[in-house]
């Protein structure tokens, strides 16, 4: 078996802590838009990304998205098609 994300939960990690998304990118020296781009699943995190903004929002990566659990043979598949 195998994890795969889902949909990002970074919109209601920055509200939990009350923070927007133009104080999360200030705060990481990134644009706006690309936190924004990450929220809409425009583009994923890389693990450097996910783990900064863990660091700041103190949760886990995890936490970050929805995860899937899946058949090894989706992920290879799925690597395939990117």
């Known amino acids: 078996m195998a994890s795969i994300t889902g949909r990002c939960l970074l919109r209601n990690r920055l509200a939990e802590r009350k923070m927007t998304q133009v104080e999360l990118a200030e705060k990481l020296e990134l644009k706006p838009q690309r936190i924004s781009d990450y929220i809409y699943n425009r583009r994923p995190m890389s693990l450097n990304v996910a ?3 863990s660091d ?15 058949p090894a043979s ?3 598949s799925r690597r395939s098609k990117e």
């Open 51 to 53: 783990k900064s903004i």
């Open 56 to 70: 700041v929002l103190h949760c886990n990566i995890e936490d970050l998205y929805e995860w899937h659990t899946v």
């Open 74 to 76: 989706r992920l290879k």
